[in-house]
């Protein structure tokens, strides 16, 4: 293709997961047809936990009636890895790619989550040395960032998701990742100001001497730097494409939803066929 070295990018807004998922078999089928370079798809789920094929039964431990009371569905997929959970305030990544070594392309994924988050004075790390159960990227002991592949004829699905101003408390209820002792974090829990010395100050206030705290960068700042160090570590020239442009409907997409949006009611499961990754 005359645009080998773009990488396309689409920001979807929030959108339920099993249409990010007919969404992704939708691009692969059209980038393993030669009919789409290289696309990286940025969103937000509602309230869901996604099963790896290598979750089991203990890493849901206290049962479907539970977390349908929570408004948290529940569905299996044919990712790499074991259980993670999405929610408003979390930064999902599904690259649609051609690569030809998985274990490059993890690190590379890593590589650039890592960059990200060092733009905003976070010093994150990979484990992977470790063992695969440590794939992702860590803030000392603390998971800020969950990773899980699927890989069908060199295209890739699934990818990635950072915790940036999401709750945290849906992860106690599980075992994510199948590490019972993890403890998840997040851009928000992690983050602070880089000079305290130099806040802001409101001019509006009754006494413009009054600091106001700075604030974390919130998911649209840090999508947009993400977007930025994933294209640069795969060394692509960035692209911003609409959903039209890459031919996929988006009618469940809500568009800048805020954080907290109404959480999917029901448990549901998507199975695919399991391929190495």
């Known amino acids: 293709m005359d645009n080998a070295d773009e990488l396309w990018v689409c920001h ?12 992704q078999g939708t691009l692969r089928a059209r980038r393993q047809a030669g009919e789409l370079p290289d696309v990286l798809l940025l969103l937000e789920h509602p309230p869901t936990y ?13 049962g479907a009636d539970f977390y349908r009371a929570k ?26 790619m051609a690569i030809e070594d998985i274990g490059r392309y993890l ?3 890593e590589d650039a989550i890592i960059a990200a988050l060092a733009e905003q004075g976070i010093a994150a790390r990979s484990r992977a040395g470790e063992g695969i159960d440590y794939t992702g990227v860590w803030v000392a002991e603390r998971k800020i960032a969950s990773i899980g ?6 295209i890739t699905t699934h990818g990635f998701a950072v915790n940036v101003a999401n709750d945290l408390e849906p992860f106690s209820w599980v075992v994510p990742c199948g590490l019972p002792e993890v403890q998840m974090t997040s851009l928000a829990a992690e983050w602070t100001p880089a000079d305290p010395q130099h806040a802001d100050y409101d001019s509006a206030a009754p006494d413009s001497a009054i600091p106001v705290a700075p604030k974390a960068p919130g998911i649209a700042c840090f999508r947009k730097e993400l977007a930025y160090r994933f294209c640069q570590a795969h060394g692509r020239r960035q692209r ?13 997409a809500e568009s800048g939803a805020p954080t907290g949006a109404q959480p999917i009611k029901t448990i549901a499961a998507v199975t695919r066929q399991a391929v190495p990754a």
């Open 12 to 23: 979807l807004g929030h959108l339920p997961y099993p249409d990010g998922l007919a969404m």
């Open 50 to 62: 996604t099963l790896g094929r290598r979750s089991g039964a203990a890493d849901l431990p206290l």
């Open 71 to 96: 408004g948290i569905d529940v569905i299996a997929t044919d990712r790499g890895g074991k259980l993670t959970y999405h929610g408003p305030g979390q930064l999902v990544g599904y690259p649609i």
């Open 107 to 109: 690190r590379t994924m």
């Open 149 to 154: 592949v699927h890989v069908s004829r060199s």
């Open 240 to 252: 911003l494409v609409s959903a039209r442009r890459l031919g996929i409907d988006t009618a469940h």
